[in-house]
C-alpha cells in the first residue's frame, strides 16, 4: 500500500548486493515500479550497480542487467521508438518495405510485457546477456518487446526452453526485409519478400528440434547464430523438404551449392533474372540455375536443416558472382562454399537479418573465431558496459577508464575502444591524445583490415583537421600499398577517397591529375570493384563536363593498368564505356 502511495521501498541491504538477485527481490522491484515508475528503481539500481563495480564486486554485473531491464522497461514508446528511427536514419539503415510512419504510444515498454516474462527476464542470467548483448541500436524496440511478448504467450514452457531462438526471431522479424533480399536476381511475384507470422517461424524450429530434424540442437546455440536460421522467406513446406532432401550432416553441407546445375546458357545470355514464375527450392534444383541460385538454394537448405547460413552476392544484378558460408562447427564457420578462386581478394556482401545492411568482414571474422564467448572477453564487456553507463551519466574521465580496462583485457573489443575515443573527446582531450588512440586500435586490429583502416582513416582525418596535411597523405600511400595485395577492396575504398577530395576542392585539371595517380598507385591488378567506384564515376564526371578527348584517353588507361581478361566482364564494360566516350567527342 505504500509504494502504491508513491513512497521510496527499503534500500537493498548491502549484504544481499554481494550475491546475485533473488526471485524476492525481482518480484519486490516489479512491485515497487508498480507504484512509482520505472525509472525510480533503475536509478536506484543504478547506484547499486556502480558501487558494486568500483569496489570490484563478482555480483556487479548480474546487479547491471538489473538495471539495464529496469531502464530498458522505463522507456515508453513515444521516446525509444523515435531514437530508433533516428538511428537508422544516420546508419541509412531503412528500405522501401517498411513504414513511413510509426505509432507510438506513452505506455513504457515494460507494459507490453506480461509480470511472468518480466520476472523470467530479470531473473535469467543467460537471457539478460545474450539480450543486452545483442540488441542494436537498429532493432525497432516497441516490436522487439512485442514479438517476444506474444511467442511468451504461446507457450511459457517453450520460451524458456527456447529462449535464444525467441530473441532471434525477435531481433530479425521487427522491421521488414529489403525488397533486394535475400538477393536481387529474382522477381518479387517469383519470391515474396513477406516473413511468416513469427509465432508459426518459432513453432516450426521447435518442432523441428524436437523431431531431430536439425543438425545443431537449437536450444544449444545462441541468438547470436540463430538470427542467421530464420532469416528465411522459404515456405514451411520447402523447409521440410529440405530437411529430406538436404545434407546429412554438417561435413557435407558446403556440397549443396553443386546439387544446382550451373546453366552455362543463361551466362552466355545474360540473363541474370531467375526465368521462372516461381523460386522455390525444388524448382530451383531441378531447373539449374546461375551461381546465386546454387547460393541461396544452399543457404536455405542449410537453414532448413538448423544450421546458420550466409548468402555472399557481388556487386550489381549482374551475376558477377555468389556463394554461400556456414556454421561448420561450434564457433566456426566456413564461408567460402562455391567461391571462385579470382574471388579470393574480394569481399562479398551478406546482409545481417538482424539489421539488413551488409555484415561487415570483421563481424564475420569475430563470428568465425568465436573469443567472443571466452571468459575474457566476458571480463572486457563488464567494463564496456559500465564505460557506457558513466559515459551516460556525463562522467567523462570515469567512463575512459572502465573502457581502458575492457581494451586492456580484450583488445578485440571493439565497442569498448568505441567508448574510449567517444569518452576522450566529449572530456575533451587533446587531440595528439585521441590520436594516440586511434593508432593503438588500429594496431589492435591488424587481423581485420576493414576495421584497421577505420581507425586509421580517422587517425589521418585527425591530423588534416589540424593542418597535418603532408603526414596524412604519406599514411595514405603506405595504406594503399599495404592493401594492394591482399585486400583489394580496402585499396579501392582508398583510392575513392582521395578522388573523392580532389572533387571537392580541386579545378577539373587538378581532379584529372588525380586521377591517373590514382590509376597509377591503386590500379595495377584492380579488377571489377576499382571500375564501379573510380573509372566508370570519373568518365562520367569528364563527360558531364564536355570533357570526351579526355574520358577516351581515362578508358584506354584504365584498360592498360587494371586486370582485363578477355571477354570478361570487365573487358566487355571497359568497351561500352569507350564505344560512349567516342560518340561524345562527335
Known amino acids: 500500500l505504500s509504494l502504491g502511495c508513491g513512497a521510496r521501498a527499503a534500500p537493498i541491504p548491502a549484504a544481499e548486493l554481494d550475491r546475485p538477485p533473488t526471485a524476492e527481490r525481482v518480484a519486490a522491484l516489479q512491485a515497487e515500479a508498480a507504484g512509482g515508475g520505472w525509472k525510480a528503481v533503475a536509478q536506484e539500481l543504478r547506484g547499486a550497480a556502480v558501487g558494486l563495480y568500483e569496489r570490484d564486486r563478482p555480483a556487479a554485473q548480474a546487479w547491471y542487467y538489473l538495471f539495464r531491464w529496469a531502464d530498458w522497461f522505463g522507456q515508453t514508446e513515444a521516446d525509444a521508438v523515435p531514437r530508433w528511427v533516428a538511428a537508422v536514419q ?54 522487439v518487446q512485442s514479438i517476444l511478448a506474444d511467442l511468451w504467450r504461446r507457450n511459457p514452457a517453450e520460451f524458456k526452453e527456447y529462449a535464444s531462438l525467441a530473441l532471434a526471431i525477435a531481433v530479425v522479424y521487427d522491421v521488414p526485409p529489403p525488397p533486394d533480399w535475400p538477393h536481387g536476381q529474382v522477381s518479387q511475384q517469383a519470391l515474396s519478400r513477406q516473413l511468416p507470422p513469427p509465432a508459426d517461424v518459432f513453432g516450426f524450429f521447435v518442432k523441428s528440434d524436437r523431431a531431430g530434424a536439425t543438425l545443431y540442437r537449437l536450444r544449444q546455440l545462441p541468438a547470436a547464430d ?19 532432401a538436404g545434407s546429412t550432416s554438417l561435413a557435407t553441407l558446403g556440397r549443396l551449392y553443386d546439387l544446382v546445375r550451373y546453366r552455362r546458357d543463361r551466362l552466355v545470355s545474360r540473363v541474370a533474372m531467375w526465368p521462372l514464375p516461381t523460386y522455390r527450392l525444388p524448382e530451383i534444383v531441378a531447373a539449374g540455375g546461375i551461381c546465386v541460385d546454387q547460393a541461396y538454394f544452399a543457404a536455405t537448405v542449410g537453414k532448413g536443416r538448423g544450421v546458420p547460413t550466409l548468402l555472399f552476392r557481388g556487386a550489381g ?18 564461408l ?30 569475430f563470428l568465425s573465431e568465436g573469443f567472443r564467448r571466452l571468459p575474457l572477453y566476458r571480463t572486457s564487456v563488464r567494463h564496456a558496459q559500465f564505460a557506457e553507463v558513466y559515459l551516460a551519466g556525463g562522467d567523462f574521465a570515469a567512463a575512459a577508464r572502465a573502457a581502458r580496462s575492457a581494451v586492456n583485457v580484450e583488445p578485440r573489443n571493439l565497442p569498448a575502444w568505441v567508448l574510449l575515443i567517444g569518452a576522450l573527446q566529449r572530456r575533451p582531450a587533446p587531440a595528439p591524445e585521441v590520436e594516440g588512440v586511434l593508432q593503438e586500435a588500429a594496431r589492435a586490429f591488424q587481423r581485420y583490415p576493414d576495421l584497421e583502416a577505420e581507425f586509421r582513416n580517422a587517425y589521418i582525418g585527425s591530423l588534416r583537421a589540424r593542418g597535418e596535411t603532408s603526414l596524412a597523405d604519406q599514411l595514405e600511400r603506405g595504406a594503399a600499398q599495404k592493401y594492394a595485395g591482399g585486400r583489394q577492396d580496402l585499396s579501392v575504398q582508398e583510392a575513392r577517397d582521395m578522388l573523392r577530395r580532389s572533387l571537392e576542392k580541386d579545378t577539373l585539371d587538378d581532379r584529372i591529375r588525380t586521377y591517373y595517380r590514382v590509376l597509377k598507385t591503386y590500379g595495377p591488378g584492380a579488377g ?16 558531364q563536363n564536355d570533357r570526351a578527348t579526355e574520358a577516351v584517353q581515362a578508358v584506354a588507361q584504365a584498360r592498360r593498368t587494371l586486370r582485363v581478361e578477355a571477354n570478361g566482364q570487365l573487358d566487355a564494360e571497359l568497351t561500352a564505356l569507350a564505344e560512349r566516350a567516342q560518340k561524345a567527342q562527335h
Not at 318 to 334: E, K, V
Request: a negative charge.
Open 90 to 143: 544516420r546508419a541509412r539503415a531503412g528500405n522501401a518495405n517498411m513504414p513511413t510512419q510509426y505509432a507510438t504510444g506513452p505506455e513504457p515498454l515494460g507494459d507490453l510485457w506480461p509480470a511472468e516474462l518480466r520476472a523470467f527476464a530479470m531473473g535469467s542470467a543467460d537471457f539478460s546477456e545474450q539480450f543486452f548483448t545483442l540488441l542494436s541500436p537498429l532493432d525497432q524496440p516497441a516490436m
Open 226 to 244: 540463430l538470427k542467421f536460421v530464420v532469416d528465411t522467406t522459404a515456405t514451411f513446406e520447402e523447409l521440410t523438404w529440405a530437411q529430406k
Open 317 to 334: 544484378l549482374d551475376g558477377r558472382h555468389a556463394w554461400f558460408g556456414y556454421l561448420s562447427a561450434p564457433n566456426r564457420w566456413t
Open 336 to 365: 567460402d562454399c562455391g567461391r571462385y578462386a579470382e574471388q579470393k581478394l574480394i569481399a562479398g556482401y551478406a546482409f545481417d537479418p538482424q539489421t539488413w545492411t551488409n555484415i561487415s568482414d570483421h563481424e564475420i571474422a
Open 528 to 543: 571489377m570493384d576499382f571500375y564501379d567506384q573510380i573509372v566508370a564515376p570519373f568518365v562520367d564526371h569528364l563527360l
